[in-house]
């Protein structure tokens, strides 16, 4: 059995990926603020079982092709059967982004809820800048967490109790510090795009709002509501003095800490598949254009 993360992670991918965009919008994206209507070479970074290729190949001109790249075996193999059964043109490679080297040969260098995991994410930026040929764009589809956790709305229940945004806020900037790696890269990433060299920066915001409706189908409320607990909201909580004890390691006062315990506790307690929630997921989508001369 494989140790690496991702591998066991194939599942929440799967069933949380859709919660992102409405497919109308990536369409809208590829067709009127892209303009992509010639085929192009797309690599995308940490692909995963290959989300986004799935999604985009089918918008994207004939002879378009995919490749994807990502240090799980499992998730690469799990790509291979998905992508064996339909007929776009395909490579998947297994492999540690920060060790391989890519060669300069691609129209698109992509990457979706990747960069947030790096520990140098300016340098891995740069790697896909320089896999992209002349003229080529960047895009990064990356989350804002500070955003995405301003937008849960409920009813009878005060955002304020259950989502504390100055102390998430406080945690978020000290592990980003700490270890590199930043929940909140959506937001800086055009000023990264812009500071590497890109021109013609852009970035959007992801459209869709999910709304747990007590009106809804009932099937169709216990998927979403399913997919929002995997999303993390409401997440189950470990042994109260252990969580206070690791949220104070990762930079909050006791005090914080407790507070913050206590919000993710009511969250718990109060979010069921009953109750009215509007949830906005918030993810940066940052692209610019590359142009070495
Ligand atoms: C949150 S998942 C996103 C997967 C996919 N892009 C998606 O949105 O469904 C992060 C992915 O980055 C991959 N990853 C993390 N570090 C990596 C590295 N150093 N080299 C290659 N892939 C890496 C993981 O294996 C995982 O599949």
């Avoid at 776009?88 to 890519?102: M, T």
């Avoid at 960047?138 to 009878?156: L, M, R, S």
């Avoid at 100055?166 to 812009?194: C, T």
């Amino acid at each position: 059995m494989s140790e690496y993360y991702w591998n066991s992670k194939i599942e929440y991918l799967r069933n949380t990926r859709w919660l992102y965009y409405n497919d109308d919008y990536l369409e809208f994206l590829v067709k009127n603020v892209w303009k992509i209507n010639a085929p192009v070479n797309i690599v995308d970074y940490g692909c995963g079982y290959g989300y986004l290729g799935l999604k985009l190949l089918p918008l994207l001109p004939d002879g378009s092709t995919y490749t994807g790249i990502d240090k799980g075996e499992d998730l690469i193999k799990e790509a291979r059967q998905i992508f064996d059964k339909l007929p776009h043109s395909v490579e998947l490679i297994q492999g540690d982004i920060e060790e391989i080297q890519v060669h300069r040969q691609y129209d698109i260098a992509l990457c979706h809820a990747f960069l947030l995991h790096m520990k140098s994410p300016r340098d891995i930026l740069q790697k896909m800048i320089d896999s992209v040929l002349d003229g080529g764009r960047v895009i990064c589809f990356e989350p804002h967490w500070i955003a995405n956790t301003a937008n849960y709305g409920f009813d009878g229940i005060q955002q304020s109790e259950v989502v504390r945004l100055g102390i998430l806020q406080k945690l978020y900037e000290a592990s980003a510090k700490d270890s590199g790696k930043d929940g909140n890269i959506g937001m800086r990433l055009p000023i990264l795009l812009s500071q590497l060299g890109l021109r013609n920066v852009g970035c959007r915001v992801s459209d869709k709002v999910n709304f747990l409706d007590q009106n809804m189908d009932a099937t169709e409320k216990v998927r979403l509501f399913q997919s929002l607990k995997e999303e993390g909201i409401g997440q189950e909580l470990e042994d109260p003095v252990k969580v206070v004890e690791q949220l104070v390691q990762r930079g909050l006062s006791v005090e914080e800490a407790q507070a913050q315990y206590a919000a993710e506790l009511k969250l718990l307690q109060e979010f069921d598949s009953d109750s009215w929630f509007t949830y906005a997921p918030n993810m940066k989508i940052s692209y610019g254009t590359v142009g070495r001369e």
